[in-house]
């Protein structure tokens, strides 16, 4: 069921193993399904290797820090205010290059999946099995390039 919200704080806060925050600001179960939010920060050196979403798209929205962001062939460094759209089916990855932390929201449309991916993936700290990494992205259609 849909349910109307007016967001002023997240719905759940995890923190990750590597010094990074995700606050969940909108759940999937909120969007039957069509939508998942949340905020992210995270370290300098820190980031998200090359990979593809084969069931959702992704939208990030830039509020602080530098980013170097792939989408598909082209590498830019964004800053705050930027925007970046990954459409399902081409491959991106994020690093954190500036000096200062980054704090970025990501939107993932449609969002039950993502949501149960970050689910499955929320426990796992930055030395875990890239091997495991890479299973459980691959049960929830997400196909990785680096092991």
Do not use: C, W
């Amino acid at each position: 069921m849909k349910t109307p919200k007016i967001i002023t704080g997240p719905e759940e806060i995890r923190e990750t193993k590597t010094g990074g925050k995700h606050r969940m600001m909108l759940l999937a179960k909120d969007t039957d399904g069509d939508v998942f939010i949340e905020d992210v920060t995270g370290k300098p050196g820190g980031g998200v290797p090359l990979h593809m979403h084969s069931r959702e798209d992704e939208l990030f929205i830039i509020h602080t820090g530098e980013i170097t962001f792939t989408v598909g062939t082209d590498t830019h460094v964004v800053h705050a205010g930027a925007m970046v759209y990954a459409p399902m089916g081409v491959p991106h990855g994020i690093k954190f290059t500036g000096t200062e932390d980054v704090h970025f929201t990501t939107l993932a449309i449609p969002g039950a999946n993502f949501e149960a991916f970050v689910d499955a993936t929320g426990n796992l700290d930055a030395h875990a099995d890239p091997q495991l990494r890479k299973d459980i992205a691959t049960q929830y259609g997400i196909i990785t390039y680096a092991v």
